[in-house]
């Protein structure tokens, strides 16, 4: 299962559902996970399911789920993390939190 770590900032707006895109750089550690997960060619995945993931608060036991509907890779200069290199943009649905 893929887990992002997030910033309380990121965090909190994936919760309430103001962001609903999460982004990485493009780098070999995501692009392994995400492939392990089925993404391929730029984020168009082998099976129709959509994959479950965490949203986790830093490394605390803080979490929300939700599941991935696309990934494409973007220029990050129009996106939160604002670098001027290509970025998965991670796009999120069902966004709930776990409840301990």
């Not at 895109?21 to 493009?26: A, D, G």
């Not at 036991?61 to 290199?85: C, E, F, H, P």
């Not at 796009?91 to 939190?97: G, P």
């Amino acid at each position: 299962m893929l887990i992002f770590p997030l910033k309380k900032q990121w965090y909190e707006k994936i919760k309430s559902g103001e962001k609903t895109i999460e982004y990485r750089e493009v780098k070999p550690y995501w692009t392994k996970r995400f492939n392990k997960e089925g993404f391929t060619n730029f984020g168009i995945r082998q099976k129709q399911l959509l994959v479950e993931c965490r949203l986790r608060l830093g490394y605390t036991n803080q979490y929300l789920s939700a599941r991935i509907m696309k990934i494409v890779v973007v220029n990050g200069k129009d996106t939160d993390i604002a670098i001027d290199k290509p970025v998965y943009a991670i796009h999120l649905i069902d966004v709930k939190e776990i409840e301990k």
